[in-house]
């Protein structure tokens, strides 16, 4: 630990005071956030040693299994959020509806997560997290659908923990993204990475799951083979979290795409959801000096319809994805 690792707390307070209207409240969320995720960070760190791998045997409202820690992890941030006053309800992937906390008469914020996300590779012990995203209530002690429902770019904070060969949490308010790695000795996040930004690289990653291929729209198609056969290669990383994939673009720049397939031949669509997974994601990637699309808009600039909705997702490197949305829709290189 040098000097310059300041405690998680303390970086908030600091934050705080760009934060005037917040009283205290706003660092109490964030802590109590953080509390979630050292509590699911030891669980994913004995995974193998206590009987939390493996299915449930319930299905999500995404029509997915239920992965015990999917469910651990849900409930760990119920249990914390359902107890903090400031919070008027919360949303998550888990949850076919919103929580809705209506005894919290003086509540300011509503939260959405994802609590585990990765969750295929929880059983192969590779790199999962959680992603968090904070909207301020409309209106102070009421909260509705309404309060959930909104632009990316109200979110007043959005985050990710990751629980990989180190645990971290990477978050913004708005003033530069920052990372905290977790000294378990300790139990306290340490400030390991100030005012993060995501590089134009000099080494060319793009991530994306090539096995979708054949659903992919020809645009699309035509776009990755571009990448696979320009003279300044790239190299194709794909871990199949978005979390561990999003944080190595944030790291060694790049571009992540998830686009919109065709699986579901009357019901072309992206996989992943706008409110919590691309929403807080693109959040951070504006603030690093990246971009998000779903191919056409900014991602931030998306009016929801409904909680669960999905978007094709396009993050990383501001100038790989203005070239992959100039592409994909016609503008060939
Ligand atoms: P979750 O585990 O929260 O359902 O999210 C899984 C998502 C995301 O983490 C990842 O980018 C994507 O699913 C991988 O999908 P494929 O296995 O279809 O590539
Ligand atoms: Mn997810
Ligand atoms: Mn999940």
Not at 18 to 33: E, V
Not at 201 to 226: A, C, D, H, L, M
């Amino acid at each position: 630990m040098n000097d310059n690792n300041i405690q998680l707390q303390h970086f908030i307070l600091n934050e705080q005071k760009r934060f005037p209207y917040a009283k205290g409240d706003f660092t109490l969320l964030l802590s109590d956030i953080i509390l979630a995720g050292k509590i699911i960070s030891r669980e994913v760190n004995k995974a193998g040693l206590v009987e939390i791998l493996g299915l449930t045997g319930m299905e999500n409202v995404q029509g997915e299994q239920v992965q015990k820690l999917d469910d651990f992890a849900n409930s760990s941030f119920l249990n914390i959020l359902s107890k903090n006053e400031s919070v008027g309800g919360v949303a998550s992937e888990e949850m076919a509806e919103p929580d809705y906390f209506t005894n919290h008469t003086k509540a300011r914020y509503c939260v959405l997560f994802d609590p585990l996300d990765g969750s295929s590779n929880i059983d192969v012990n590779v790199s999962i997290g959680t992603i968090f995203s904070i909207y301020k209530l409309l209106k102070e002690g009421e909260c509705t659908e309404n309060d959930f429902l909104r632009k990316g770019s109200e979110q007043v904070a959005a985050g990710y923990i990751l629980y990989g060969s180190s645990t971290m949490l990477v978050f913004t308010t708005g003033e530069g993204v920052h990372g905290f790695t977790l000294d378990a000795s300790l139990g306290e996040f340490l400030l390991s990475h100030e005012d993060m930004k995501i590089p134009e690289p000099s080494k060319r990653y793009y991530s994306v799951n090539e096995g979708n291929f054949k659903y992919w729209e020809k645009n699309v198609q035509e776009y990755v083979e571009y990448l696979k056969n320009s003279e300044k290669p790239y190299s194709l990383r794909y871990i199949g979290s978005l979390v561990s994939d999003f944080h190595r673009n944030l790291i060694y720049g790049g571009i992540f795409m998830y686009p919109l397939d065709h699986k579901n031949p009357e019901k072309p669509k992206g996989k992943l959801r706008l409110m919590y997974e691309a929403n807080p994601l693109a959040l951070i990637a504006k603030h690093a000096g990246g971009k998000a699309s779903n191919g056409i808009d900014d991602i931030l600039e998306i009016k929801p319809i409904e909680i669960h909705q999905r978007e094709p997702l396009y993050i990383g490197t501001k100038s790989f994805v203005n070239e992959a949305i100039a592409f994909i829709n016609g503008g060939k290189k």
